[in-house]
């Protein structure tokens, strides 16, 4: 397992590949097509995302006096400009400084807002106390584990709050593909997708107040288009698969694991 040394010198090199726009090889531009353009159309199509932003929404409350984190952010994610909007304080971070002057950019109407290029994990980072940290597609990247834990508890004010949304690694099907597919992977140094021990040690350090997985039983909704059916008995089918989904997950851990991706909201014990 990486030390914090080690991660750091990889964070460099993740921070030059998005910073030059790095070209992807031909098996992640695959996986990319296939993430990005299969899974993100069943995702809006049956409202996977939709509901998923809306949680998240949800799950912030009364931002009026949180100081909030928006952590790995790039250049802003959907929520970004939102949470810098109604926060009492935000700070946006990412490795990437080019993705950060772009977001700056769009926080100059915000006053209490500001974004930094920074490594979380490094003593340049001094700021903590945060109620929030929403990290959207971001502790996937972090190898050790235990080293973020610990950096997401000394950044967090007493009784603060962490959302997250990342891939689980933890499905049959997508752990053989991305077993198969790893060696060929462009971003594979920073890209960890949870896993069933990974889980367990987010549970044992923080309380999960709540969580949802997303694509188990959904994610076969790609397999429809085979069959002799309507596009809107497809939706229907895989509305009816996501909500699912949605609702056996937050109770038992096999569905959980069953999916593709995971929210939480944890809370610093």
Known sequence: MKTTEA???TNKKQKKFYNNNSKQNLFTTIWAKFRNGLLNTIRKNIGIQDQAYLLHKEWFGDLSSKRVLDLGCHSGNYWSLYLAENAKDYLGIDLSDVAIDKLNERLKP??????????FLSDDFAEKDYDLIYAYGVLHHFENINILIDKLNEKLAPEGEIISYDPLETSLPIK????????????AAWEWPLTKKTFYQFQKAFVIKE????????????????????ENNKKLIGQKWHQQDWHESSASDSAMFSCMHLTMLM???
């Not at 915000?110 to 490594?119: M, R, Y």
């Not at 188990?216 to 397999?223: D, L, N, P, R």
């Open 211 to 230: 969580r949802r997985g997303l694509l188990g039983k959904s994610k076969w909704v790609a397999f429809l288009n085979i069959l002799p059916i309507s």
């Open 176 to 187: 053989i593909i991305r077993i198969l597919y790893r060696p060929f992977q462009s971003d």
């Open 110 to 119: 915000f006053p209490n807002a500001k974004a930094e290029a920074v490594d």
């Open 267 to 269: 809370q610093k014990k």
């Open 7 to 9: 991660i750091l010198e």
